[in-house]
């Protein structure tokens, strides 16, 4: 199977879920400074969520370079991801409108930590039709960044409750972690 497809298909589902997401903005009614302000939260959930999903879309880019075939379950495991992936709008949303407030802050992470698990099924499908001495295989042998997004997630979840703002900080800090690509895959495509 041409994995040209897979790619094409996901890069639009992903241009699709960045204007859902930017299309939740509503343009204040007044003219003035003071009409902002009620849309700060609801911006800084659009700004996290961008990140997530462009480290998402750089990620798999990456991924589907070293990529050599594709079979019928790579296309359902990277469905499954796209699944999670378009259930961010509505937790950005959510949270935006709601002043991170608990209950939305946690299905919010929920989303992100269904998003990691299915974007890792879809890199163990990959690997597993590749290989153990695929390019993929051997970058991903030791995913301390993976292990420790899923950590930070779980932890986030239940948080919400405790303190928003600790949860906010846990996925904020799984973006950070994540917001320089992974270069492993570059450098061994490039020898």
Known sequence: MNKNRIEAFSDGVLAIIITIMILEIKVPINSTFESL????????SYVLSFT????YWNNHHHMFQAVKQ???KVLW????????LSLIPFGTSWIGSQNFSAVPMSCYGFILFMC???YTILL????????????LAKVNENDYKGKISLIFYLLGIPMAFVSVWV?????????IIWIIPDMRIEKQIMK
């Open 37 to 44: 302000k009620p849309l700060i939260p609801i911006f800084l």
């Open 116 to 118: 990691a698990i299915s």
């Open 77 to 84: 495991g990277n469905l499954f991801l796209l699944f999670w």
């Open 52 to 55: 997530y999903v462009g480290i």
């Open 167 to 175: 949860s906010g900080l846990l996925y904020f800090a799984v973006a």
């Open 124 to 135: 163990k499908k990959i690997i597993k039709l590749e290989g153990k001495d695929s390019l």
């Open 70 to 72: 594709i079979n019928g």
